[in-house]
């Protein structure tokens, strides 16, 4: 490793990010269940580690397969997540390891977008670590709860879905996004050394939309066999929306989209393989078929008749023109077809679905407009923010949206200027390239920008970035464009421009990290904030679940040290306790002091303690310590309380 500052703080990043990638990584292998996806994790994860370009085209392939292989395989969970950490794991300390280094002449959109890329990565962080420490005060202490985080991300994270349920609500969509982000970034780095990559890439991305696909079309067929191949059998496969990608269909629809545009880039640059290329987009476009998604239909076809105009444009480009007029009229065709033969649900239903969940998403983002309410929050919070009489608890159906309520405007913006610096430059190029200009990978590069683009116009009635599934070739796709287009520019900078623009990447790069480390510091007063916001009124830890005794009186076990919240406005409260084991001293704090100490026997008696009275709290933690020999009793999960005293219900006096 260089000994220079920049070399040093890669390699630490590097190895951090390692530690966060092999860390959930592990409870594969330590979990129950099927050896065949450890066995899968585990060779990925070597093969990642020796050749990175290897590891990232196998990921490629292999994540959209993930659902599918785990219903074969009966694994617990989708085989995605275990299938992308293994690769980042595995190149992450390919990474660290050969301490590598930026060479050459770097494209200027590859440079914003390894900017862009981490600091929208910071901000899903810190936004997590928001909605972490405000559940841990209603869950457990910190560092009883910090033990637990530890062990549900080593142990459980791809474990056994009942397995730290607490943990997996906050947990799983912002490691979801930091993955799928990682990917991207990892797609720009390896292109710089292994210029193919592009094309690899595109292969294993149709490789896996006609894999999916053909599953899709293998259970149509099982079932028409099934049925006879009677009369009804047409009608009702009509009515049926099928997915083998994941368990959304509008989520699959958007899916098939991006992988039509790296099919049909393959039948124009990829010509050795015509006839494979060309079955593949017959499945995708069956499977984008069977899932029955009016956007999934209509972006593409979007896109097709752009392309189409595009192509038309160019002098001499007849073929491309043919080959993208076509593509427009068959989609149009084909989805003129489904919406005329497929009963479906009203568009005017749909229609109202999607602007109620956008009004509920709005008024989050004014609730709260800068920071959003937090990464994978919108589905919990959703009925709370919705119409009267609406009150559903669903997604926003609008990516867009959804990364407006959950990071605000700063989530959203950075994840528009990331998909600008990437989409612009590449369409830039396409746009303005000449036949005799056009380089053998620019059809590839202009298709697969084509459906990067149908998938993001998706993202207006839709939300595929939140299926695992989806989103992972969406990010693989979008990280390919830049180094793709830096291959057509063969041209290296002029000294002035490439002096000019280390200048302004140097500007640019501690812009970032000023802005970097104020996401980061902004976490206290935002968890402050959320604590204030927060319902703590049955908040309690350190108790067991509730029992009842001889005398009909409710009560609670405590562990050694417990609490509960009470109104601020509360002048006292008086709790009974009693210790049938034998005498317990029992210490009381409000705001961690101790206001009162008694002994407790047998007999129940009430502990009073007068509080400040704030009407500006809503909520004071009232704390009980006891000082006892502990006796193991059973807790409300199940789990032993170490104990000998009971709480009953509280009083509270105003």
């Known amino acids: 490793m260089r000994g220079t500052r920049p070399g040093q703080a890669r390699f630490w990043a590097q190895a951090l990010a390692f530690v966060a990638a092999a860390l959930p990584l592990a409870s594969v292998f330590i979990s129950p269940g099927p ?41 617990a969970s989708s085989l995605t997540e275990p299938v992308v950490l293994a690769f980042l794991a595995g190149w992450l300390a390919h990474e660290a390891s050969h301490a590598a280094v930026r060479t050459g002449h770097e494209p200027p959109a590859a440079d914003l977008a390894l900017g862009l890329a981490p600091l929208f990565g910071v901000t899903v962080v810190a936004s997590l670590a928001v909605n972490l420490a405000a559940q841990h005060v209603t869950v457990d202490f910190p560092a009883p709860y910090l033990r637990a985080l530890f062990r549900f991300l080593w142990h459980d994270y791809l474990g056994s879905a009942g397995a730290g349920a607490r943990f997996r ?14 990917l991207f970034v990892a797609a720009i780095v390896l292109s710089r050394r292994w210029p193919r990559l592009g094309l690899q890439g595109a292969r294993a991305l149709a490789a896996g939309a006609a894999a999916t696909a053909a599953a899709a079309v293998y259970t149509v067929i099982w079932t028409a066999a099934a049925s006879g191949w009677d009369e009804a059998f047409p009608a009702g496969i009509a009515s049926v929306r099928l997915s083998s990608v994941g ?37 995708a476009l069956a499977g984008l078929w069977m899932t029955g998604s009016r956007i999934g239909l209509a972006a593409p076809a979007i896109v097709a008749i752009a392309l189409a105009a595009l192509a038309w444009r160019r002098n001499g480009s007849r073929a491309a023109t ?7 009229a068959g989609l149009v065709i084909l989805a003129g077809a489904y919406l005329h033969w497929t009963p479906r649900t009203p568009a005017g239903t749909a229609l109202e679905w999607r602007l109620q969940q956008g009004a509920t998403a709005l008024r989050m983002f004014a609730a709260h407009p800068v920071f ?17 009489g609406w009150g559903y608890r669903e997604n926003a159906h609008n990516n867009f949206l959804q990364v407006l309520a959950e990071l605000g405007l700063l989530g959203l913006g950075l994840l528009v200027a990331l998909l600008a610096c990437v989409l612009w430059p590449a369409w830039t ?20 920008a084509g459906g990067v683009t149908a998938y993001v116009l998706t993202w207006f009635a839709g939300h595929p970035l939140l299926v695992f599934e989806t989103a992972v070739p969406f990010w693989m796709a979008l990280g390919l464009l830049p180094g793709m287009a830096s291959t057509l520019r063969k041209e290296a900078p002029e000294p002035a ?9 140097t500007v640019g790069l501690r812009t970032a990290t000023l802005l970097a480390f104020a996401i980061v510091l902004s976490a206290v007063p935002r968890a402050r904030a959320e604590l204030r916001r927060a319902d703590l009124s049955r908040a309690v830890m350190g108790f067991s679940a509730t029992h009842t005794d001889p ?16 109104p601020g406005d509360a002048r006292e409260v008086a709790i009974p306790l009693s210790s049938p084991a034998g005498p317990a001293v029992i210490r009381l704090l409000v705001d961690g002091e101790v206001v009162s100490r008694l002994v407790v026997e047998r007999e129940w008696r009430e502990a009073v303690v007068r509080l400040p009275g704030d009407q500006r709290r809503r909520f004071v933690p009232l704390e009980l310590r006891a000082s006892v020999v502990p006796v193991p009793v059973s807790g409300g999960d199940g789990a032993p309380i170490d104990t000998r005293v009971r709480v009953g219900t509280p009083r509270i006096l105003r």
């Open 35 to 75: 050896r065949t996806p450890k066995l899968l994790a585990a060779i990925l994860l070597a093969v990642s580690a020796l050749r990175p370009a290897a590891g990232w085209v196998a990921t490629a392939a292999l994540a959209p397969l993930g659902a599918l292989a785990a219903a074969r395989l009966g694994a």
């Open 169 to 182: 609500a906050p947990i799983t969509p912002a490691f979801q996004v930091l993955e799928a982000v990682a």
């Open 247 to 283: 368990p959304d269909v509008n989520a699959a629809g958007s899916y098939y989209a991006l992988a039509l545009g790296a099919v049909g880039g393959l039948i124009l640059a990829d010509r050795r393989y015509l006839v494979i290329w060309g079955v593949a987009g017959i499945l």
């Open 322 to 328: 043919l080959a993208a007029a076509g593509g427009a």
């Open 372 to 388: 959003g309410v937090g990464v994978g929050r919108f589905y919990a919070l959703s009925p709370a923010y919705a119409s009267p």
């Open 429 to 448: 190029l396409v746009v303005s390239a000449t036949p005799a200009a056009t380089a053998r990978s620019d059809p590839l590069l202009t298709c697969l």
């Open 497 to 505: 421009a490439a002096g000019r623009r280390r200048r302004v990447l």
């Open 551 to 566: 005398g009909g009186r409710r009560f609670r076990w405590m562990a050694r040290r417990a609490q509960v919240f009470v």
